[in-house]
């Protein structure tokens, strides 16, 4: 059984669960996800895994709770159990070899970057890591991005924390200081992650994107997950969930993901109608 072994809370939104999962964290892998099932009737969702354990046999995962299923998730405490957890799943981040990397992370997606960070690190690369978050309230991992990092920039939309402003602009500030870097990993909300292709394109810098489009079997059979990079259809779930981001079309997939807004609000509204007459 996946056997909660530990659950914190990371800000009002965001809650970090710790797994018993041993075969997976023997296997897991920065860039790689898992697909859980909170009970035989619930649905399949992905979550990238944010760190794991070889020793300890667990995985880390960080997730936001924004409709029914992270709901009933959210619900679970330490001591219980995950009706499935399967994976790692998807190609890991190709990441030896580079000296000099930026991670840029946004929002959630920042638990999706740190062990990049992290893994970067071990390896002996410079990292640098831009961070950013809607305002003080919201912001994450801020300790461990800073133990993996060389430098730190933490912005806030408001100006609450850190430095005011968008990644993109701390990023390009790091560029034009003379910062030349092998590559720039983003990882967060697809338009912050077009913005910050559109940055390095113009300095002509590798970047590597994360997409986490709608993903139901995780072995790229239902189609779901399906983008455009480069003019060709590929399947974020077996193909990724890296690609170059100066190739992937942004506009379809941000087009894609709108499609079921309306399904995950009337989701999130009947499991929220269902929990007040339990509480009842």
């Known amino acids: 059984m996946y056997t909660i072994v530990k659950k914190q809370s990371l800000n009002p939104t965001v809650t970090k669960m710790v797994i ?5 964290a023997r296997k897991a892998q920065p860039g790689q996800f ?4 909170v009970d035989a009737d619930g649905e399949r969702i992905p979550l990238t895994v944010a760190d794991y354990d070889r020793e300890a046999g667990t995985v880390t995962i960080i997730y936001q709770i924004v409709g029914a299923t992270t709901m009933a998730l959210d619900r679970l405490n ?3 159990c995950l009706h499935d957890f399967v994976g790692p799943l998807g190609k890991a981040s190709e990441l030896e070899g580079l000296k000099k990397v930026a991670v840029v992370g946004g929002g959630v997606g920042c638990a999706i970057a740190y062990p990049v960070a992290k893994k970067l690190h071990e390896l002996g690369a410079e990292v640098h890591s831009v961070v ?3 305002n003080k309230d ?4 801020e300790d461990e991005f800073r133990a993996v990092s060389d430098k ?4 806030t939309d408001d100006g609450s924390y850190g430095e005011k402003g968008l990644v993109t602009n701390a990023l390009e500030n790091l560029i034009t200081e003379g910062n030349e870097y092998d590559m720039v990993i983003t990882i967060g909300p ?3 992650m077009k913005f910050v292709c559109g940055v390095t394109k113009k300095y002509n810098i590798k970047t590597i994107v994360s997409m986490n489009p709608v993903m139901i079997d995780g072995t790229g059979m239902c189609g779901g997950c399906r983008l455009t990079v480069g003019g060709e259809t590929k399947f974020a779930c077996v193909d990724g969930p890296d690609f170059d981001g100066h190739l992937v079309d942004f506009d379809e997939a941000m087009s894609r993901g709108a499609m079921y807004r309306d399904f995950e609000a009337h989701a999130r509204e009947a499991s929220c109608n269902l929990l007040n007459k339990e509480v009842r």
């Open 152 to 155: 730190l920039c933490m912005m």
């Open 78 to 80: 330490e001591g219980e």
């Open 34 to 37: 898992i697909i859980l099932r």
């Open 190 to 192: 697809l338009i912050m």
């Open 132 to 134: 950013g978050f809607r």
């Open 138 to 141: 919201l912001v994450i991992l």
């Open 20 to 24: 018993h999962a041993p075969l997976i």
